[in-house]
């Protein structure tokens, strides 16, 4: 399967919002798909993800990220509201291949920093 592509990283201040955008042809048949992120000498962890049973969110980003997916765009999305410095990281989108809740592939990442 095709590698998904992210888009939609950059530089804003907290407080502020940035929305990701994850697409690849995987997406419309994928159970599972979601975003990781991972800062430097941290490792990767879960953000978001939507299951066949339910939307998972990490603690840290409960009432101010929101995942959604778009099967006829073939794209997931991350809108992030409030952002915090401690949400400086790489960010990934992660579609499970068919059939699998294990197996994924990942794209390339995208970079968010968040600074004054």
């Known amino acids: 399967q095709a590698q998904p592509v992210e888009s939609g990283g950059g530089l804003v201040q907290p407080g502020g919002s940035l929305t990701l955008s994850c697409t690849s042809p995987g997406i419309t048949s994928s159970p599972y798909v979601g975003w990781y992120r991972q800062s430097p000498g941290k490792q990767r962890e879960l953000v978001a993800q939507i299951t066949p049973f339910a939307i998972r969110y990490a603690d840290s980003v409960k009432d101010r990220f929101t995942i959604s997916r778009d099967n006829a765009e073939n794209a997931v999305y991350l809108q992030m509201d409030s952002l915090k410095l401690e949400d400086t990281a790489v960010y990934y989108c992660?579609?499970?291949?068919?059939?699998?809740?294990?197996?994924?592939?990942w794209g390339p990442g995208t970079q968010v920093t968040v600074s004054a």
């Open positions: 992660a579609v499970a291949r068919p059939g699998s809740s294990t197996s994924y592939n």
